[in-house]
């Protein structure tokens, strides 16, 4: 391929880890072919850098060449722009600090020093509490455990020598009782039989008592009219009666 027809790109530098590598990272901005907003696109290159004079944040010029190993087929061209970048670590920079600076962290780094030791010793110490608690709960048990035993029997000997008096006064009054029920059953049937006879006798002498009344209520009833039709039928009577013993008298 002719030099003049191969790709440049411009990057920076991403990662400078492995020997005589370097990654090259370009960003750029395309519109996206259906919703027409612009699209963020980041691309990486494997540069082929011999002498390793890429850092970290530098700004290059790469080009497009033969394939180097595996993924690499770039190689440097230029470095457009150093990037200062600190090769120490942040701690490091303390040291190089005025101390008013640093005096606040290391009171800080001391006060949380300080708190772990206490935190372990509250820790070392809890044991020694919890077995002391362990040990006095046992002698509380026991004491608790014989305390019960003693009551319990009595108790229990007392409710059973009760139930057994209360057994036998249950079936002593059982036949008392039972014994009052029936001979207040016999009055009550006794008093219930004379109850029935009297009532009996008193219906007896009411049927017969109206019978006698109602005749005189018939007679005195009759109509006036009547009277006089009984009263002038025995003079009617008494004369034929006197006409027949006369001529039985003649004719003997």
């Known amino acids: 391929m002719a030099r003049t027809m191969r790709k440049v790109r411009v990057g920076d530098v991403v990662r400078t880890n492995q020997d005589k590598t370097a990654i090259v990272e ?22 082929h850098d011999p002498e390793n004079q890429c850092r970290l944040g530098d700004t290059v010029r790469i080009e497009e060449t033969r394939p180097i190993s595996k993924n690499k087929h770039w190689r440097l061209l230029e470095i457009l722009d150093r990037k200062q970048v600190a090769e120490v670590r942040p701690i490091d920079l303390e040291t190089d600090v005025a101390p008013e600076i640093t005096q606040p962290r290391i009171l800080a780094a001391e006060a949380r020093a300080e708190a772990a030791e206490a935190a372990a010793e509250a820790a070392e110490e809890e044991p020694a509490v919890q077995e002391e608690s362990i040990e006095e709960e046992p002698q509380v048990q026991e004491e608790a455990k014989e305390e019960p035993v003693d009551e319990e029997p009595t108790a229990q000997e007392e409710s059973i ?4 008096e209360a057994e036998e006064e249950a079936i002593a009054e059982e036949p008392a009782a039972q014994e009052e029920s029936i001979e207040e059953e016999a009055v009550d049937e006794e008093l219930g039989d004379q109850e029935e006879v009297a009532e009996a006798d008193a219906v007896v002498v009411a049927e017969d008592e109206p019978a006698v009344e109602d005749e005189p209520a018939e007679v005195e009833e009759e109509p006036p009219g009547n009277q006089e039709a009984v009263e002038e039928a025995p003079e009617s009577d008494e004369d034929p009666g006197g006409d027949v013993l006369d001529k039985q008298e003649e004719e003997k």
Do not use: T
């Open 161 to 164: 020598e009760e139930e057994p």
């Open 26 to 47: 370009m960003i750029w901005k395309q519109r996206h072919r259906l919703y027409r907003k612009q699209v963020r696109r980041v691309a990486r290159f494997y540069v």
